[in-house]
């Protein structure tokens, strides 16, 4: 399956096993989202567990806040990352905080929001951003980042499942771009843990979602040089999981962090901050952090402002050349 794909087969394997589970956003409905990722779900289950809302990010997660208060599983789309903020209040001010503020009275813990994010398609500005270090400031949140389409699947199975509410970013770049092997039978990938996809000696190589191809490759030209990267993929970053990620960086000495984001406020200041406060005496380097660029995202520069495998290279021989 591709992406896209695995992320469909998801959907449809949650609404047959849960009758709750009701799906809506933009278009998703005869259209199956922009992307297509809900094709022939409206055709299978009916209007009433998939349908189109109004261009409406604010309403749409207020809707589905009060469907969630009242025992559904929702599963909402925003139909790109970059217009999630309209509904910024309603995530981090109700979803996050349901639970808490009534003594765990009620809650929404059966929200799961999906959103296309990231760059890679010449989409500008206003369709390319990764605003997820601004919802990992929010307690009461889990944030989830699939790099493959077996990711995907059992990511956004476990995130429809898990008692809490879920922002599930879906990278666009690799919607159609990433082809694997995906069982079909109904199968849950753990939140929270991190992916060890290789293992290494010399240094840790550390991202999520789509730009772990990216670390991948920067591994690859590493390798000819003779270092061995171990390679993480956090698959969650809210929360994340810091243990595996330290017991690597006690192991090499020296951490590469890596994400499309801005620099400024990314979540790799946030590992940046932890790593060194955990493994300060064993780290051989400071922790390198490759990320996109302090500017709007561009269109004709999109290149240029993607974190790639060259810069990654980068400073993978800065750290070992330390």
């Known amino acids: 399956m591709n992406m896209l794909q695995a992320i469909n087969n998801a959907l449809d394997i949650a609404m047959a096993a849960n009758p709750r589970v009701v799906l809506f956003g933009e278009d998703v409905g005869v259209f199956g989202g922009v992307f297509r990722a809900t094709s022939h779900l409206q055709d299978k289950y009916g209007r009433e567990r998939c349908f189109n809302t109004p261009l409406t990010e604010q309403g749409i997660i207020g809707f589905a806040n009060g469907l969630a208060a009242q025992g559904s599983t929702p599963v909402a789309e925003i139909q790109f990352a970059d217009y999630i903020f309209p509904a910024f209040d309603q995530i981090v001010n109700e979803a996050a905080k349901f639970r808490y503020r009534s003594g765990d009275l009620f809650d929404v813990g059966g929200l799961t929001i999906r959103t296309p994010y990231g760059g890679g398609i010449a989409g500008g500005l206003y369709h390319?951003?990764?605003?997820?270090?601004?919802?990992?400031?929010?307690?009461?949140?889990?944030?989830?980042?699939?790099?493959?389409?077996?990711?995907?699947?059992?990511?956004?199975?476990?995130?429809?499942?898990?008692?809490?509410?879920?922002?599930?970013m879906e990278p666009k770049r690799l919607y159609r771009a990433s082809v694997g092997e995906v069982p079909e039978a109904d199968y849950e990938l753990p939140l929270g843990v991190a992916d060890v996809i290789r293992e290494g000696r010399d240094i840790t190589l550390l991202g999520w979602g789509a730009q772990m191809e990216v670390i991948e490759k920067a591994a690859a030209l590493a390798e000819?040089?003779?270092?061995?990267?171990?390679?993480?993929?956090?698959?969650?970053?809210?929360?994340?999981?810091?243990?595996?990620?330290?017991?690597?960086?006690?192991?090499?000495?020296?951490?590469?962090?890596?994400?499309?984001?801005?620099?400024?406020?990314?979540?790799?200041?946030?590992?940046?901050?932890?790593?060194?406060?955990?493994?300060?005496?064993?780290?051989?380097a400071p922790i390198r952090r490759v990320t996109g660029l302090d500017t709007p995202f561009p269109l004709v520069l999109e290149k240029e402002h993607l974190p790639d495998e060259l810069k990654i290279y980068e400073a993978i021989k800065q750290s070992l050349n330390y």
């Open 224 to 284: 000819q040089d003779g270092i061995d990267c171990e390679i993480i993929d956090l698959r969650s970053i809210l929360p994340w999981d810091i243990e595996t990620v330290c017991d690597s960086v006690h192991k090499t000495g020296r951490l590469v962090v890596s994400h499309e984001a801005p620099l400024t406020g990314g979540f790799a200041s946030e590992i940046a901050a932890t790593v060194q406060e955990r493994c300060f005496l064993y780290l051989e």
């Open 128 to 168: 390319s951003q990764s605003p997820e270090a601004y919802f990992a400031h929010t307690p009461g949140l889990k944030i989830v980042m699939p790099r493959n389409p077996h990711q995907a699947k059992g990511l956004l199975l476990a995130a429809i499942r898990d008692p809490n509410p879920v922002l599930f």
